[in-house]
């Protein structure tokens, strides 16, 4: 989980997902913030409602050849 979506910027990684549920509306997924002014900031423009969306970014791998 990145903030603004800068790489040099992560809040989470998948490890530290604790639960995802889809549902027909969408996606709720909790993760644990770092203790960090970062992880401060993120926490609280949620909890203020500045930010109240997120967007998802992904590699796919290539795909693997039989040798």
Do not use: C
């Amino acid at each position: 989980m990145l903030w603004q979506h800068q790489t040099d910027s992560p809040l989470s990684r998948t490890k530290t997902v604790f639960e995802t549920v889809t549902h027909t509306s969408g996606l709720d997924f909790v993760a644990t913030l770092p203790r960090s002014p970062l992880g401060q900031t993120a926490y609280q423009a949620v909890a203020d409602g500045t930010v109240d969306s997120v967007s998802f970014g992904f590699n796919i791998e290539p795909a693997a050849t039989s040798g």
